[in-house]
């Protein structure tokens, strides 16, 4: 078998006195879609932070290739919840974007090109010349999104990236961004508190627990998705193993979280 692109092995983190993360093992293939759920304050996020390395491990290993996880790098991309805050005001569209190529020394012409392409991807082409206050919310995180895909990265974090944001535009940034995902053959660690969400987007769903200790890792449950894609927000949340896995979740989270 051709070796994970992510491995948490062992991974505790420890942050003011408090365990916020008990040892952890698991994998992410290459091309998969792995969701993570669970309470508030269980460490989803942080678990995030430290597969992008904006937080250390106390224990344990994060790898990404073979390679101990020891510092930010441009082959990961991190999509925030706070659209808002994550774009910079006085930039438009077309500027944002460029953010992570111009970081990258990539040439203007090329750039241009490549900003032009990915505002293209995820609907934006019309609005470049927009600043993020003209934006709704929903092609807010489109633009950040676009960012995140410009510098064409191996794997995307993304937290939470859809809780702002109403149902309906909920379901089409879903949609988008399962096709997007597969278009690139990103691989992706997606946070979410949306058990539905998880299941619907997610090849396997992590579930985390609440009370992690000696002796209780902080990874509750695991679950495979085993729905076939491309996904339909109707008849697949009526598939019977998107029943089944739903009820399941819940109960993980219900009954003290595992």
């Known amino acids: 078998m051709a070796a994970p692109l992510l491995e948490f092995d062992r991974v505790a983190i420890t942050l003011g006195g408090r365990e916020i993360l008990s040892p952890t093992s698991f994998t992410v293939a290459r091309g998969e879609f792995v969701c993570i759920v669970g309470p508030s304050g269980c460490g989803k996020t942080t678990l995030l932070r430290a597969a992008s390395a904006l937080v250390a491990p106390s224990a344990g290993t994060v790898r990404r290739d073979g390679a101990p996880v ?19 005001p006085w930039r438009t569209v077309h500027g944002n974007v460029g953010l992570a190529l111009e970081a990258a020394g990539v040439p203007k012409p090329e750039r241009g090109r490549r900003i032009d392409a990915v505002l293209g991807k995820v609907g934006l082409a019309a609005h470049a010349g927009k600043f993020p206050a003209q934006l709704s919310g929903g092609m807010q995180q489109r633009a950040q999104i676009a960012r995140c895909l410009a510098q064409a990265p191996q794997l995307l974090l993304m937290d939470e990236p859809f809780g702002a944001l109403d149902a309906l535009t909920r379901h089409a940034l879903q949609d988008e961004v399962a096709r997007l995902v597969h278009e690139e053959g ?14 619907y987007l997610g090849d396997r769903v992590i579930a985390l627990r609440s009370d992690p200790g000696p002796g209780r890792p902080s990874l509750a449950r695991m679950l495979d998705v085993p729905i076939p894609r491309p996904r339909d927000q109707l008849t697949t949340k009526e598939h019977p193993a998107f029943l089944r896995l739903r009820r399941e979740l819940f109960g993980v989270i219900e009954q003290g979280q595992g």
């Open 70 to 88: 020891t510092r930010p790098s441009r082959e990961v991309a991190f999509v925030f919840q706070d659209y808002g805050r994550a774009l910079l």
């Open 186 to 199: 990103l691989t992706v660690l997606f946070v979410t508190h949306d058990l539905e969400e998880a299941i």
